[in-house]
């Protein structure tokens, strides 16, 4: 192999791994290396891995989120905490989204920003929330995350919007409660 594409190979592998949580995600920042974090490896419904999710807890009560998936539909995808830490496919085994309050969708504590996957199965995502703690989803049946197969609209539907299946104005009980995000593409255990 010449020397300019070995280096790019060397380099896109180095980077490939670190995406993909083999590597340091920069896990020793500012909030230490003793914050409480999680990791999470998706997989699909043919049990492929197609990501890693890594949530560390950071000061004043915020977790940043670091997503990378491949192998997923291009588009935008649902993407949620969901209440149960259990991954049996078709993934309704990880119940509804977290939600500790009883909020409606759009306010659930696991709701999340939606993913964009790229053209090429690829996608990054990387936020902070307040809505959760990484301990809090460590309760006694756990947690897992969920990528949707379709886009989450957060239940913004408005009142001009007629729902024939409930004969309602707005949204109907299926978008407040999961914000007609459909089927469950990819589920992971958080760990």
């Known amino acids: 192999m010449r020397g300019r594409s070995r ?11 670190g995406a993909l949580g083999l590597g340091s995600l920069g896990l020793g ?3 230490g290396r003793d914050a409480p974090s999680a990791r999470v490896l998706l997989r699909d419904q043919a049990g492929q891995p197609v990501g890693v999710v890594k949530l560390t807890q950071e000061r004043k009560g915020k977790v940043l989120v670091r997503a990378v998936v491949h192998d997923l539909p291009a588009g935008f995808h649902g993407f949620h905490v969901h209440a149960v830490g259990k991954c049996v496919p078709p993934f309704t085994s990880a119940g509804g989204h977290y939600n500790p309050t ?13 993913l964009l996957v ?11 929330t307040d809505r959760f703690g990484v301990e809090e989803l ?3 049946d756990r947690s897992a995350i969920i990528v949707h197969a379709a886009a989450d609209n957060y239940a913004n539907i408005p ?6 299946t ?10 407040l409660a999961t ?4 089927g469950r593409l990819a589920c992971g255990v958080v760990r």
């Open 118 to 128: 790229n053209g090429d199965g690829t996608a990054q995502l990387r936020f902070t």
């Open 102 to 114: 009883g909020e409606s969708h759009g306010d659930h504590a696991g709701d999340m920003p939606v």
């Open 7 to 17: 280096r790019s190979v060397i380099l896109a592998l180095g980077l490939l791994g």
């Open 159 to 164: 009142d001009r919007y007629h729902s024939h």
């Open 138 to 140: 460590f309760d006694a």
């Open 166 to 175: 409930e004969d309602v104005f707005g949204p109907d009980s299926a978008t």
């Open 29 to 31: 920042h500012a909030s």
């Open 179 to 182: 914000g007609d995000a459909g």
